[in-house]
């Protein structure tokens, strides 16, 4: 008989998360712990932890760009240490149970699929906006097997230079990390703005919760900052209709606290930059998993092989 649980881990540049879940995506335990320190260790003690002999396989999610075939890391720029490692092989000799590797962003959007809001649709595309931006397309019930790479569609010609290394990619533009830069060069350059105070002067700490926070209270250049992010948001998202004309663009990730100045403008753009038709069909709202998805997409990869 096929065995009931599988275990799901999300290997973030913070956080390691590893969790037990069932064959129709609910979590049954879940552990976090930081992703500072020995890796490979502290993975191999959490997944301990969850394991048992109903577990069919385990699913890898990490943030960077994964060779799938080869179950190998070509590029994991939050933890470089896994790039030279042969993570699947590693664990899958210590657990001796089958090992899956993928994208993070690919994941949060099988898990979306499987146990979230994306559940009632047969076509959509899902964005996390944190840090960086990452995404992916479900398209007749099924995840598409293709880079994705929507955080890096060039939003801007000639634009701020992105971490992939091309200028003007929506990451670069629209991401937590972009605001946060933008913020520091505006108070650099002598913008006048409430930030400067940020922490007794510390205003490089600042961080997008607080250039909400600033914007709520009124601070003009952080509702500056966050409205043109959500801009250029909105210009993705108007692209992604045009290209994927989904159902659902569903977002997630810790930006969407900012839903009432950054995701709202972001909508507004996209609606008078889509096909009418196009955009009238799509529904832009918020997942329901939040960062369960990955745990849930990684352990679903045990069974979609
Ligand atoms: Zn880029």
Redesign the pocket.
Known sequence: MDKPFSIGVDLGGTNLRVASVTRDGRIIEKIKISSTGDIVNSLITCIDRVFSSDIKGIGLAIAGVIDVENKSITSCPNLRILEDMEIVKIISTRFNVPVFLENDAYVATLGESVAGVGRQFNSFVLLTLGTGIGGGVIYNKSPLKIAA?L??I?VEVGGRR?????LG????QASARAMVEIATEGIKGGRATVMMGHAGGQYHTVLPADIYKYALEGDTFAIEILKNAGRYLGAGIASFISIFSPQAVILTGGLTGAWDIYVQEAIKLASENSFKELFAKTQIIRSSLGDDAGLIGAACLTYSK
């Open positions: 790479e955080g890096h060039i992105c971490g992939c290394g091309s990619c929506l990451e670069a």
